[in-house]
């Protein structure tokens, strides 16, 4: 019986296939010094061990079949507004990205007010950028215009 636990554990099972396979191209290193594709092939290990527990154990769920896809919509903007910050990060730059992308969610998906939705998406993407590039040195990527 396909239930919505089981679909979910499945499609982490895929994903986590398609991340060890894409883990090829990056250098394992050793115990000692690990290479870049250490960490993303750890974490898909892990993913896939749970995405298996999962199917195995998700049978007591939902049925498929039974679900409301009223909320289909909106998952699927929040997906593209993904999609977007994706395709937009090295184009535009971190800052720009997150932005644009919060202002979108937060103002348009979610309805708040305008001072809210201003203060909240500058205050995260100025806030995580200096989070992320400053204090924990993970570079960040910069847009044409300096963000």
Sequence with gaps: ??????????ALVLLALWVLWECRRL???SWRE???????????LVALGLGIAIVAFGGRATRLGDVDWRETRRALVIVAAGAFLTLGLE???YRLSVLVMLLFLVGAVERRGLVTTAAFAAGMAWGSFY???TLLKVPLPV????F
Excluded: S
């Design 1 to 10: 019986m396909l239930t919505i636990d089981r679909a979910g554990g499945g």
């Design 27 to 29: 250098p394992l290193g």
């Design 34 to 44: 690990p290479g870049p594709g250490a960490f993303p092939a750890a974490l898909a």
């Design 91 to 93: 184009r535009v730059g």
């Design 131 to 133: 989070l992320f590039n």
């Design 143 to 146: 847009g044409p215009l300096g």
